[in-house]
């Protein structure tokens, strides 16, 4: 299956207006296998710090998702105010660990990240990363086509110009010339566990960028089950930073792993495998 690429350019680019004074960090490091956690705290709300501009554009896009989702299953939560609380600032609370790694472990500006949402589903987090960044290159890589014809709707409705649709399956994209290692960093949320989401998402990260997952409150076991396939694709794992949010627990965790060495071409394995095997 090959990837389709839908490239959109809507509207008018708005002024980006970072969140980060939002969060303070204690940053510590992986030694050997031990797993470390930084501390993040949040004081404010990250939507808040937004431009109005960018918080009228988040608004379209709770309101279509909303309404599309009467039609499709998008979200299982129905309310404006829930979708806000547990998927929008969510979403936002992922930009300060990114900063914070990318601006410690890779090379290029931050400013000028070229990042893909693997399994963008609704366009949870990779819309709103374009919305609040609205300088970054972002790609949406998603494999329903009613999910893609909902997504490009979006696009239109809140006049976003940095935002590029891709049909098609994580394995399949990782092994195209255009997409295999080509990101800065490649994210991905609610999807899969590590193991598998290492395979979808590392072949997609240029050397010395990085691999994101957003995931529950307590992921230790599973990253630590995950480090060797981590390995093998030719990463390592950096940090785990719990967040604050409005997630049934209280808190969500940011995954972040660095792309030390190129991928071996036999990964990722074909559509299908990595869930049923994994690595």
């Given at each position: ?22 969060y ?65 600032e969510d ?137 060797n ?40 394995r ?10």
């Amino acid at each position: 299956m090959h990837c389709v690429s839908h490239v959109l350019s809507l509207g008018h680019l708005i002024k980006h207006l970072p969140c980060t004074k939002s969060y303070t960090f204690l940053r510590s490091r992986f030694q050997s296998k031990a797993l470390a956690n930084v501390a993040v705290s949040t004081t404010a709300s990250c939507f808040k710090s937004l431009s109005s501009s960018q918080q009228d554009q988040i608004h379209l896009y709770v309101d279509t998702l909303l309404q599309w989702n009467q039609k499709m299953n998008l979200t299982a939560t129905k309310e404006a105010d829930e979708v806000m609380e547990r998927h929008i600032e969510d979403s936002l609370a992922i930009l300060p660990p990114i900063k914070t790694c990318y601006n410690l472990h890779s090379s290029g500006l931050y400013d000028h990240i070229n990042i893909i949402d693997v399994g963008s589903g609704a366009g949870l987090p990779g819309l709103v990363l374009a919305i609040a960044c609205p300088d970054w290159r972002v790609t949406l890589l998603e494999s329903i086509n009613k999910r893609c014809v909902f997504l490009e709707h979006v696009v239109n409705v809140t006049g976003l110009t940095n935002v590029k649709i891709v049909r098609g399956r994580a394995e399949s994209c990782g092994h195209d010339v255009i997409y295999r290692e080509k990101f800065d960093v490649a994210i991905a949320r609610a999807v899969a566990e590590m193991r598998v989401l290492a395979e979808y998402c590392l072949p997609l990260v240029r050397i010395g960028g990085l691999f994101v997952a957003a995931k529950g409150h307590n992921p230790k076991e599973e990253v630590q089950n995950a480090e060797n396939a981590v390995r093998m694709l030719g990463g390592s794992i950096l940090q785990i930073s719990p967040v604050d949010s409005h997630s049934p627990y209280g808190q969500r965790t940011t995954v972040v792993c660095r792309k030390d060495h190129s991928t071996p071409q036999k990964y990722p394995r074909e559509a299908g495998t990595p869930s049923k095997l994994p690595l």
